[in-house]
């Protein structure tokens, strides 16, 4: 007995031993963890979702206010858009003034005069 212990312990790695306590190690291991997971599921601390924290949704719409394509995309949107009243006082006499310079108005009859052939008196 004596000569063992001064011999010391002789512990391969592939010794059946060795990877019994290994095997045994990594299953209590693994039932630790999932016994500290069930009891931490539902007590965590935030907000389920991103859309649910307040602070997260003001970053994201400050930083899609600040995106160069969501800034532009009304401009880009709006720029082919030009809408004015119809009664407004410029745009009815530019109306006016465009039918006078243009000539199409200049073939018509402006008046109808019903005068006879041998009417000289005029």
Same mark, same amino acid.
């Given at each position: 007995? !004596?000569?063992?212990?001064?011999?010391?312990? &002789? %512990?391969?790695? &592939?010794?059946? #031993?060795? =990877?019994?306590? *290994?095997? @045994?190690? &990594?299953? $209590? #291991?693994?039932?630790?963890?999932? %016994?500290?997971? !069930?009891?931490?599921?539902?007590?965590?601390?935030?907000? *389920? #979702?991103?859309? +649910? +924290?307040? =602070? %997260?949704?003001?970053?994201?719409?400050? $930083?899609?206010?600040? #995106?160069?394509? !969501?800034?532009?995309?009304?401009?880009?949107?709006?720029?082919?858009?030009?809408?004015?009243?119809? &009664?407004?006082? @410029?745009?009815? $006499?530019?109306?006016?003034?465009?039918?006078?310079? @243009?000539?199409?108005?200049?073939?018509?009859?402006?008046?109808?005069?019903? %005068?006879?052939?041998? $009417?000289?008196?005029?």
């Amino acid at each position: 007995m !004596e000569a063992s212990k001064k011999k010391g312990y &002789d %512990l391969r790695a &592939d010794a059946i #031993s060795v =990877k019994a306590a *290994r095997a @045994s190690r &990594d299953i $209590a #291991s693994d039932y630790k963890y999932k %016994l500290a997971y !069930e009891k931490a599921r539902g007590h965590h601390v935030g907000f *389920r #979702s991103l859309q +649910d +924290d307040p =602070k %997260l949704v003001h970053y994201m719409n400050v $930083a899609k206010m600040q #995106s160069d394509r !969501e800034y532009t995309k009304d401009y880009h949107k709006a720029k082919l858009k030009y809408h004015t009243p119809v &009664d407004m006082v @410029s745009v009815t $006499a530019a109306k006016q003034a465009q039918q006078v310079t @243009s000539n199409t108005g200049y073939r018509s009859i402006l008046t109808n005069y019903t %005068l006879l052939p041998d $009417a000289m008196n005029v």
